[in-house]
Structures are given as structure tokens and as C-alpha cells.
């Protein structure tokens, strides 16, 4: 018999703490370059200028700026074209708790090493590492969602995804504050602790067996399944109902290999869910969230934001919407996925909006920043932190762990890294060349993009709360040439509506 549980077990709860604490030392050091531009700006002119004997004028320097940044990006493209293997070949655990904590420590070491050698290439080194442990952190939702109950899988995943990243930005700007890690004598103290913590994250390793659902569907390792499964799932729990779950997603791949890239495009009932996946994975890539990633104290500061209060100032759009990551997981089991990332989808809308307008007013008064650019720069910046907190960057990852099936969920994961990072490098590399020519209008592309995939998704996405897989696929099949299994009986939930298909 199967007992259902009331909350999330212990066993359960404890995985979800361990990667959502242990597990944000990749967004610090992607974050780095941001939230200690104050040091690190004469720190990277200082040893350009060193290494190659040319002093950079303005322009130059915002080109090497750039670059710096764009490395960021790189890593996570470099490491996005082998996260198919990895996922497949070494398994969720090992690629999310031995190799990106060991990436993680190595780029840790770069970027400390960067200071005493004053070498800005280090830096730039270690800055590339960070992006591919950062592509890594999708790997840990998707472990988490295949470790979760059904009925929990919103719940961990959310709570995961929003906690590292509050707990890496609150971290991040407390210890870029001018008196503690933000000056030129402490700036690697920032790299240093998000090191502690990439050894922590290896160390949990030792204490949490591997995805059930791996084991069982591609390992076809039927007693450590189990075991998996008890451990987190809980010990009463029907051990053969699930496998039996696990059963119909299996089937509906037919295959207990990765399904490559092509074989999902052309067929009908796994594109949609893909295509679904990579329209998701693009929204935060159309907000400004990367643009802020990288140069949000410059932003701030052109608006008007006093350089002596401007890490108190992202310090406070951190915080506010702290309590969101307390309600996002029960939002999304209350409400649902749809509407929360709709929403999501909105307030990205709303934060490029309010920057462009931001802009406007400064290219009208030449430069001269205002009052109300300062109330309308924040006033975005506060509409992408609450989108961040709420989900709009988790929720791609937790749509791929419910729309595909098993033996495609690798390389959907590897999809939905690519196409948003392109996007990342494009914007990141030209955003400041771009702004001082073309100024507010730098952030239309946006805006129509970001009002695009509001439509798809407004029109495709498909509500999946507490569903099994095999069930959120088969109510996506197209109708004409239907391959439901006989055994299978599709219950009517009356929160689910039909969509059509791409």
C-alpha cells in the first residue's frame, strides 16, 4: 500500500538544504566581477596595462570590461555543449556534488591567485569556471525534481532554485561592502568563502545516494533504486507504485539511452515539450537579469545612486523580496506553475520597461541622472529581483523534469542552456558599447522578445502540478495518431486544460 505523505520526508528536506546552502558558490563567483567593481576595475586596467604596455582610454577599457564579463558566458556555453554527457555518463549526483564543487574550487583559486600574481587573465580564467559551474546548477534541480514525489516536486525544486540564488546575492553584497571584502586589499576574501562552500557541497556528497529515476530507468540498477527511493521518499512508501510510475515515463521513449537533439524534433509528442522547455529557458534572457548580473553598480550609479550607498542599495533590492522564497514553493503547489511563471513572465516585462524608461530620461537631459531615475532604476531593478526570487530562472529547469520524458531529459537540459546563453553573450559583450550609442534603445529588442514569450507561453503552457510525467505528456500527445498505452488510464483534473501543440 502507498501512504501518502503530508509533507516532504526528512531525509528529503535535508538534500534540498544541503544544495540549497552548500550550492551557491557558483552564482558568488559569476557574480563577482559585479559586486566588486569598485576594486577590481583598477585592478584589471593595472595589470592590462602591465602585461602588455598599452594604457586603455575609456572605450578600451569598457571593451576589456566586457570581455571579462562575456568569459562568464563563455564557460557556461562551453560547458552547456557536454552537459548531455555528463548527465548521462557520470550521472546527476557526481555532476552536481564531485564536479562542479571541484570546478568550483578551482575557479575560486584563479581568482584569489589572480592578486597576488596580478594577472586580470586569472581572473578572467576563474570567471569562465564559475559560468561552467554555473550551467551545473540546473543539473541539481533536475536531480532534486527526480528525487522529489510527485506532489512535492514544485515544492523542492522552487525552494532550491530561489534559495540559492538569495543566498548567494545576500552573501555576495554583505561581503562586497566597502568595509569588509569591497576595497583593493580584501576583494579575494568574496572568491575565498565561496570556496568553503564548494567543499561543503562535495562533502554532502558522501551522505546522498543518486536519483532514483536514473538509476532505475537508465542504469536499470533496480535494488540501489529502491533503496533511493526509500531513502527519499520515505520508508513506508510503495516502492513498486513508483517504479511502476517510472515504468510508463520509460515507455513513452522507448529507450534507455539519451534520445539525441534531432530524434526529439521530429517526434511530435517530445518537440513540443521541448520547444515548450526552450521558450522557457529565454525569458530571463530577454529581462535585463544578465544585463543587472554583471553591471548593475555601473547602472545603478549612472542613475544616480550614490557610489557610498550603492552596495547598501543592492543590498535592499536583495532583501525585499526575501520572503518571496518562502512563498514561491507553496505558491507553485497552491497556484500552480502557470501563473507563477506567467507572472514571472510580467514582472520581467515590467523591469525592462522601467528601464528603457530609465534611459529615456537620462539620454533627454544628456547623461544628467534625477530623482526619478533613481526611483525608476530601482523600481526595475526590484521587478527583476522579486522575477528571480519567484522563479523565472528555476522554473525552465523544473519544466524539463515534468514535460520530458527520462531518456530526453539530458539533452532538453543541455537545450535549454545553449539557447539562453547565446543570447547572455550577445548582451553582456555589447551592452555597454550599445548604451553609449544607441542608449534606451538598447532594451526594444528586449521588450518585444520578452512580449513574445509571454504569447507562447500564455497560449502552450500547459498546467503539470502533481502530475505524473507520463500523464503531463500523454495530455499533450496530439490527438490524430495518438500512442497511449492500454494500461494507462489518464484521470480528468480539472485544473488541467488542453493546449495545442507546436
Known sequence: MNYPELQPHGRLIFATAAHSIFGIYADIQSIALNY??????????????????????????????????????????????????????????????????FIGIVAAALMVASKPFNSFEMFAAGHFLAGAGYTLKGVILVYLAECSPDKFRGLITLTAGSLIYFLAMLLATTLSLPVIAGNDEFWILLPAVSAIFALLHFCASFFLPPSPK????????????RKAIKFYHGDRVDEDHILHEYDHEDRLASSHRAISLREMLTTAHLRTPLLLCIVASVAPSFSALNIRGQYSASMLSSYGVPNDILMLAMMGINLLP??????????????GRRPLFLTCISLCLLEVGLLFTTQIVLDQNSGESSRTTIFLGLAGFLAGSFASVIGIVTIACILVSELCPQATRATASQAIVIAPVILSLITVFLYPPAILNIGAYTFVPLLVMELLVMLVMYLFMPETRNLPVDVIVRKMMPRRGSIFLEDTVVPEDPFTTSYGSF
Open 36 to 101: 566588486l567593481e569598485v576594486p577590481l576595475k583598477p585592478f584589471l586596467n593595472q595589470s592590462f596595462y602591465q602585461h602588455y604596455g598599452v594604457a586603455l582610454d575609456p572605450e578600451g577599457f569598457s571593451w576589456l570590461w566586457s570581455v571579462t564579463a562575456a568569459c562568464n558566458s563563455f564557460g557556461i556555453l562551453f560547458t552547456a555543449l557536454f552537459v548531455r554527457s555528463l548527465m548521462e555518463g557520470l550521472g546527476r549526483k557526481t555532476t552536481c556534488m564531485i564536479l562542479r564543487p
Open 214 to 225: 536514473h538509476l532505475y530507468i537508465t542504469k536499470r540498477a533496480i535494488y540501489e533504486a
Open 322 to 335: 526575501s520572503p518571496f522564497c518562502l512563498l514561491a514553493p507553496w505558491l507553485i503547489e497552491r497556484a
